[in-house]
């Protein structure tokens, strides 16, 4: 079992240097991946079920501050950044974001309806119905790809 998680990983070109993961986790997670249970992970490794627990969670933690990270970095560089303030209205965000796209020549692939759930699927608790319920800043990068971040303050 931990044969199939490390050729795995090498098939994928996983190296512990250049990643934000351990080895360790690493191999929990592509063994989870492939729905392994932590009873049979914890076996294998010989460790507990609540080591391998706790070496998961970590791991889905430094995934989700890499991706928060990346999210980060393509908003700084996003060409189009439009503020949306508590209040609007979601069905008045994809004119806001198509009137800033064209005045810096950007194209968006999503009609209004996708963008509308692009925004409030990344938004969550910060739209609440059709409302914009926190302040959001919606950045557009230059071949198209919409991210949303929440703003701290309008």
Do not use: W
Not at 13 to 20: K, R
Not at 70 to 92: H, I, M, Q, S, W
Not at 131 to 138: A, N, Q
Request: glycine letters at 6%.
């Amino acid at each position: 079992m931990i044969d199939d998680a490390e050729e795995l990983l090498t098939e994928i070109g996983f190296e512990a240097e250049t990643s934000i993961l351990t080895d360790r986790q690493a191999q929990v997670l592509a063994l989870r991946e492939r729905g392994i249970s932590q009873a049979d992970i914890a076996a294998a490794l010989g460790t507990s079920r609540a080591n391998v627990s706790s070496i998961e969670a970590s791991a889905r933690e430094n995934v989700e501050k890499a991706r928060e990270t990346v999210a980060f970095a393509e908003a700084l560089r996003a060409p189009v950044r439009v503020r949306v303030p508590t209040g609007t209205d979601l069905y008045d965000v994809p004119n806001l974001v198509y009137d800033a796209c064209d005045d810096a020549g950007v194209k968006v692939d999503h009609t209004a309806p996708d963008l509308m759930k692009v925004v409030s699927d990344a938004a969550g608790a910060a739209v609440t119905g059709r409302e914009v319920s926190s302040p959001l800043v919606i950045g557009v990068t230059s071949d198209g790809v919409v991210r949303v971040r929440h703003q701290d303050s309008e």
